[in-house]
């Protein structure tokens, strides 16, 4: 049976203190606000949410983030490149 790590030997990402890296990215973008609107909405159908949900819940919210600026690219007329779903054509 594995020790319980108190919150003190986790990252601060694990224990849900900060959403990204600090290194990356301050978490001001559109983008971020909308991946953290969506954890926080799925995070609240659980409590208190697992590492594995939290895990899940971030995942699933960049999937709906990167979707979503799909589809507002195609609806602006971005041509959609079939080779790579993540390449648009702007000519």
């Known amino acids: ?11 601060r990402i694990t224990n849900r203190s900060l959403m ?3 290194a990356r990215t301050d978490g001001r973008s559109k983008q971020a606000r909308r991946f ?12 208190p ?8 819940a971030r995942r ?7 979707v979503e600026d799909a589809e507002s690219r195609m609806a602006a007329g971005e041509k959609f490149s ?8 702007c000519h």
């Not at 953290?36 to 409590?47: G, T």
């Not at 699933?60 to 990167?66: K, N």
């Not at 079939?82 to 054509?89: A, G, M, N, V």
């Open 82 to 89: 079939s080779e790579d779903p993540y390449q648009y054509d």
């Open 49 to 56: 949410p697992s590492v594995q949900q939290t895990i899940m």
């Open 20 to 22: 990204f890296d600090p």
């Open 36 to 47: 953290r609107d969506i954890v926080n909405e799925l995070l609240q159908l659980v409590d």
């Open 1 to 11: 049976m594995r020790p319980v790590r108190h919150s003190m030997g986790r990252s």
């Open 60 to 66: 699933i919210a960049g999937l709906v983030v990167g």
